[in-house]
């Protein structure tokens, strides 16, 4: 009996051998995982390095495999989709990095949506379209930060000027408050209130769908700094007043007024007279 006790006695686990296997296993867990994250972030890394050495030459292969369908393997265009004669990268930048191109369906307008290249492909597909048939490009610095033009000594950036070129040139589609506005047959004109310099100016010089194109007869270099300034400087501007209403202007101030406003009257009449009775 003594000698039976005494094997069970040895047969027993240590209370602490539970929580020092269950160390043991997470720690071992631990180090595959950070192992594990630590190869994916290599991985990564040498992607994105890849992807920054995209060349022209690999523009040419992005483009024939998801735009030569419907442009055309030479750019002349098919009866699918227009040339692209002409456009330059910077049209070719603005299609594909707001999503519209390429297109899910045809339609009045192409909608943005979420982009389906890297900013690496885009520039490289933009690359390769200039390459062959050169158009618009991008601006210079200057013109987006809304310094002064460093070759124009008397120039500096004036928001006020550019608030209403806005308004002359652009608010009757877009909206004063560039909140975006309709156009005949489903079109609209979208808004600007979150959209880049980059593509405020890129939309300006290359005209996409239903935008009219600005030349420097239109508004020089420096009237669009001034514009894309101005637009700039309303996104990060603080709403003063109250609710915007969707910045639509005395459409939705009167619709609020006439069912808020006149809404209200009715039921104050309706319980003064029920009071009255």
Known sequence: MAREKKHRSRGRRSPFAA??????????????????????????????????????????????????TCHGMDLQ????????????????????????????????????????????????????????????????????????????????????????????????????????GALTEGKYAPALTSTSALHIYAAMVTGPQNMPVFGDTNLSTEDKRDIIAALVFQQNEVQVGGFTLGSLGPVSEGLFIWIFGIGALVALTVWITAKSN
């Open 19 to 68: 929580a020092a296997l269950i160390g043991a296993g997470l720690l071992l867990t631990g180090g595959v995982y950070a192992g594990a994250t630590a190869a994916m972030g290599a991985t990564a890394d040498t992607q994105t390095s890849t992807a920054a050495e995209l060349t022209v030459a690999d523009g040419q292969k992005l483009f024939t495999a998801n735009c030569a």
């Open 77 to 180: 265009g098919t009866s699918e989709g227009p040339s692209l004669i002409g456009v330059g990268e910077l049209s070719v930048e603005f299609q594909l990095a707001t999503g519209r191109m390429p297109l899910q369906m045809q339609g009045p307008q192409a909608p943005q949506k979420a982009p389906q290249f890297t900013e690496a492909q885009i520039r490289a597909m933009a690359a390769y379209v200039q390459s062959v048939a050169p158009g618009p490009t991008y601006p210079e610095d200057w013109v987006l930060s809304g310094e002064a033009n460093p070759e124009n000594a008397s120039d500096e950036r004036n928001i006020s000027k550019g608030a209403e070129l806005f308004r002359i040139n652009c608010a009757m589609c877009h909206n004063v408050a560039a909140a975006g």
